[in-house]
């Protein structure tokens, strides 16, 4: 660069020939950068902002790409050249590149330009997803199209040309094309027998389009076909007639029922909507209906005669709250297994109690039934008695209903129940007496409040990774977040086979003491997180003789109450506790000293005050000691600043995996993972860990996966992972290291699986040794294509670490180097001879004038200690004089400067009566800095003006100081010889009033210069040189 770069000579050339053959023999570049090859034959180019297809080289395996993803891109332009080279590409994702402007994030608007020959010259495509993109018409797609997506895109009209010769397409998707999120000005326009030539057509979906009716002339191969959420409010037998091998049919939301809708809502036309007897007659083969959303008040049981196959009915959303209780429509059924009914409210009212109709009871084949917010007080007998015989009835769901009263023994009836979903009502205990009859308040409706009656989100598991689900076990109730205070045995007559029972985000409060749960013999996973229960029993939960799994997690309030103990001695008397949580508890003192249990194999002890706990000497360090079979401990967020190899010591020998997340470690002795034989897993996320320096992970170690990622490690010790001769898994991601060095792994690297060092500042310099290092091990590394980013130099800060390839380019800092000194060589071999040829004796006058400048700084400083900054001298007897210096300037240079305010003496204000007028003038003269004479003429001078003037002279010859400036409001008035002299040699010591107003702005500022510096600076000096100062 700059001077250092000369020609390239034959030799220089052979060095780089030679340096290109060295670094491509170290490691070969990922062949699809800048996107990713992942299983199968795909190429993630996914989210890197990519504004044009990007052409991988000739030396990649481009004919075992299948698939390629160009998902979120910001590509705008398809050329017809873009994927010829890829002659065996099978999927396509264009999915969010243009997207139309309503459905962009920031609205910008946006036009996708695909040229003629693009898809054509990809002969073997068969997905096609350009979804999302701001596109107006079909482009010409190749026959062999097996899946094609043109949802919310700005297509409006599909006429036979569009989609002529794609004769293998079974897969059409037009979603949003034309809804409140994408707005259109007319409705999807579907010419009749526009998609008739497709022959092999399955699947068509045309929901949110704005449909007035269903399209004429879809071809008779259709299988499953979705018109939801348009606006058809009519459908007649001669819509569906020829679609004989229709599935599945999804007609909901066309005449919406707006009291309940999330989004912006059209009512429904009173009246409507309009369903013919016949309109499903010709569907014998239809397996799934949709009907939901669509102010459905009656159920016409001809519209079920001819679905004798149909397994999937959802009549969600509608007004079907009367309708259930005596309807006849579900008698020919038989072969149904999921119903759903949610949603079918009353609008404001709550009922007192629900009688399903005597039809339910021909759903022989129902296995799912879902009835949640309906909104009935009462759960009895009498409830469900037409689903007790039910034989394959598995999963039942009233959530959400206000339930306060349920009976919850009548689930010991049903043979092959294996779910219930009673979470979200308002269930407090055991169903009294009277209310098991089912006649619970004589019929009464109750009026509920208007508002949002949208289902919440589930809660999520609060031990993930710890607790298992319920998912395989045969019978699961869930009565979460409901209003449970106490439990009561007589709450689960009858359920003795009940396996997983989940009551989390109650108010259960009570004491467990063994008897609460007497009738659940069977009992496996017992879920009581987020309550209040005290623990004060030593045989809590003994009377569960098959308890696997115990969740106590977010019951904090008892362990946060002052000199309560709590007896954890419990877990010894469980024989089958394999999984216990006691996850956010606050425990940090008053609990037993350990806990003991030889079957326990998993301790989510997260959240809780371990710091605590062992810093009262060894009260509590054997306090996981008896946990004899334990092999997997979570122990994050414990407030650990520390961890003594005692207290690893006094960990189960039996772990293979211990969570250390998210405490404040900074130091880590890893020669103590001896004491733990077993450890295969061990997980320090979230720490503070600054260097892996002390040691190294020890020989012999079984450690398999080690997570060290969101710490601060800058620094790593050469072979510190090189002894886990085990080690497959390690994740540095979110760390602050420059650098992968070679030497931490040893012969190790070979034999890792996977290797994250995404997240971190790498140090991209040329030559960087990381790099190679990388491409060696790159099956390895997650992301390393587009997520293992420079941290600097900044030119490179935020960017792959591919951007240039670092093994070959140029060391910038050399280059820098390089230019800098040779450019300051010639500069100073050109300069210091000319300069003193031409100005040497000007030089050596500025040296001297610099020294003599010094001396007279300390006498400024003494100056600026002077009481006053100008001594203004005026002739009273001129009233617009005096009125000026009063009003205009003392005000702007006193008041009006802020920081900058001068000091002024005015003879009527600072001169100290009893002293004569000389004594007073001599004292302003030689108190202040500079001396500011107002004039309107200056042809007469007489009085105190004259004196002053004369005492400012005696000043300069005194001090060799010229302290004079004046101010002439009359500039148009006669100027004596002496004002015009000191024009031509100080100029800025005299200064005129402006009659403009635009020109008093510059006058103040040059008055405000001319009274705090030096009138030695303002002199010609073409004439003069100024006053000089004695020596």
Not at 95 to 120: Q, R, V
Not at 526 to 545: A, C, I
Not at 749 to 758: E, F, H, I, M, S
Request: charged share 15%; net charge positive.
């Amino acid at each position: 660069m700059g001077p250092c770069r000369g020609a390239l000579h034959p030799l220089s050339l052979l060095v780089q020939a030679a340096a290109l053959a060295v670094a491509l023999a170290q490691g070969t570049l990922p062949a699809f950068l800048p996107c990713e090859l992942q299983r199968h034959g795909l190429v993630n180019c996914d989210w890197l902002f990519l504004k044009s297809v990007p052409h991988f080289s000739a030396a990649a395996p481009r004919g075992n790409v299948t698939s390629l993803s160009l998902y979120s891109n910001r590509i705008h332009h398809l050329h017809d050249s873009d994927f010829v080279h890829l002659s065996s590409l099978r999927r396509l994702n264009l999915k969010w590149n243009c997207p139309p402007a309503s459905l962009s994030p920031m609205h910008f608007p946006c036009h996708m330009t695909i040229e003629p020959h693009t898809f054509l010259a990809v002969p073997t495509l068969e997905e096609l997803n350009l979804s999302y993109n701001s596109i107006t018409t079909v482009p010409a797609l190749p026959s062999s199209l097996v899946s094609l997506s043109l949802s919310r895109t700005n297509i409006l009209v599909l006429d036979p040309a569009n989609l002529a010769g794609l004769h293998s397409l079974r897969f059409l998707f037009l979603d949003g094309n034309c809804y409140y999120k994408n707005p259109c000005p007319q409705a999807l326009q579907v010419a009749p027998g526009a998609l008739l030539g497709l022959g092999n057509l399955t699947h068509l979906s045309l929901k949110y389009n704005n449909l007035t009716a269903v399209p004429r002339g879809l071809p008779p191969s259709l299988e499953y076909l979705l018109l939801s959420y348009n606006h058809i409010i009519t459908l007649a037998p001669e819509d569906l007639a020829n679609l004989t091998a229709l599935r599945v049919l999804d007609v909901g939301g066309n005449c919406r029922r707006c009291d309940h809708a999330r989004n912006p809502c059209m009512e429904c036309p009173k009246g409507f909507p309009h369903l013919h007897p016949d309109t499903f007659s010709h569907l014998s083969h239809l397996e799934g209906l949709v009907l939901k959303d669509s102010s459905l008040y009656n159920l016409n049981p001809r519209w079920f005669h001819a679905l004798g196959n149909l397994m999937v009915l959802d009549l969600s959303e509608n007004f079907l709250y009367d309708c259930i209780t005596k309807t006849t429509a579900f008698q020919g059924l038989t072969q149904l297994r999921r119903l759903n009914l949610s949603f079918n409210y009353h609008k404001k009212v709550s009922f007192a109690h629900l009688h399903l109709a005597p039809s339910f009871g021909s759903l022989l084949s129902l296995q799912q039934l879902d009835m949640h917010g309906i909104f009935f007080r009462s759960l009895s007998k009498t409830t469900l008695r037409s689903l007790v015989h039910l034989p394959m009835l598995q999963s039942l769901h009233l959530q959400m209903n206000f339930i306060n009263q349920a009976q919850l023994s009548i689930f010991g009836a049903f043979p092959g129940l294996r779910y219930v979903d009673l979470s979200d009502n308002r269930i407090s205990g055991a169903m009294e007496l009277a209310a098991a009859t089912g006649e619970v308040d004589g019929g009464e409706r109750v009026r509920l409040p208007s508002g949002d009656l949208a289902l919440g989100p589930p809660g999520t598991p609060s031990s993930e990774g710890f607790m298992p689900g319920c998912k395989t076990l045969n019978f699961t109730l869930d009565l979460s977040r409901n209003n449970l205070v106490t439990i009561q045995p007589e709450m689960f007559a009858r359920l003795s086979r009940l396996q997983c029972l989940l009551l989390s985000r109650n108010s259960i409060s009570q004491a467990v003491n063994g008897s609460q749960f007497m009738p659940l013999t069977s009992l496996q996973v017992l879920d009581l997180s987020h309550n209040k229960l005290d623990l004060y029993h030593g045989r809590s939960f003994t009377e569960l003789p098959r308890l696997e799994a115990l969740d106590l997690s977010y019951n904090s309030q008892p362990f946060s109450m002052q000199g309560v103990g709590h007896n954890l001695s419990f877990v010894a008397q469980l024989p089958a506790l394999r999984y216990l949580s006691l996850a956010h508890n606050d425990i940090h003192s008053r609990v037993s000293q350990q806990l003991c249990s030889a079957s326990l194999r998993a301790l989510d002890f997260s959240g809780n005050a371990l710091s605590r706990m062992w810093a009262e000497g060894d009260l509590y360090l054997r306090f996981f000691r008896g946990l004899r079979s334990l092999v997997r401990l979570d122990l994050s967020q414990n407030r650990l600043h520390t961890l003594l190899p005692r207290t690893l010591d006094n960990l189960p020998k039996s772990l293979r995996l211990l969570r250390l997340r998210d405490n404040y470690l900074a130091f880590f002795n890893w020669s103590s993972l001896v004491l733990l034989p077993r450890l295969e897993a061990l997980d320090l996320a979230g720490n503070q860990l600054k260097a892996l320096s002390n040691g190294s992970l020890p020989n012999g170690t079984q450690l398999q996966r080690l997570d060290l990622s969101s710490n601060s490690i800058s620094f790593v010790a050469s072979s510190f992972f090189a002894l886990a001769t085990r080690l497959r898994e390690l994740n540095l991601s979110a760390n602050a290291l420059k650098t992968v060095e070679p030497s931490w792994f040893g012969s190790l690297a070979g034999t890792l699986k996977v290797l994250d060092v995404t997240g971190n500042p790498l140090h991209c310099a040329c030559g960087a040794a990381f790099v190679d290092f990388l491409l060696e091990v790159q099956a390895a590394v997650p992301g390393l294509p587009g997520h293992v980013k420079c941290g600097s130099p900044g030119q490179l800060q935020g960017r792959s670490i591919f951007a240039q390839d670092l093994r070959l380019c140029l060391d910038e800092a050399l280059s820098w180097d390089c230019f800098g000194l040779s450019l300051l060589t010639v500069a100073l071999g050109l300069a210091v001879p000319m300069l003193h040829h031409l100005c040497g004796w000007d030089l050596w006058y500025c040296f001297h004038l610099c020294l003599a400048w010094l001396p007279r700084r300390g006498r400024r400083q003494g100056a600026d200690a002077l009481p006053y900054d100008a001594f203004v001298v005026f002739d009273k007897a001129q009233s617009a004089v005096a009125d000026w210096v009063y009003n205009e300037l003392r005000v702007r240079l006193e008041e009006r400067r802020g920081r900058r305010a001068l000091r002024l003496c005015l003879e009527e204000r600072d001169w100290l009566p009893g002293k004569t007028l000389f004594e007073n003038l001599w004292a302003s003269v030689y108190s202040s800095r500079k001396m500011l004479f107002v004039l309107a003429h200056t042809d007469r001078v007489s009085g105190l003006l004259r004196a002053s003037f004369l005492l400012a002279q005696q000043r300069l010859l005194e001090d060799r100081k010229d302290v004079v400036v004046l101010v002439i409001l009359r500039p148009d008035a006669h100027r004596s010889r002496y004002v015009r002299l000191r024009q031509r040699l100080c100029r800025q010591s005299v200064l005129l009033w402006p009659h403009q107003p635009s020109g008093q702005r510059s006058f103040w500022a040059q008055l405000g210069t001319a009274l705090t510096r030096d009138n030695q600076h303002f002199y010609n000096q073409n004439f003069c040189r100024g006053p000089t100062t004695a020596e």
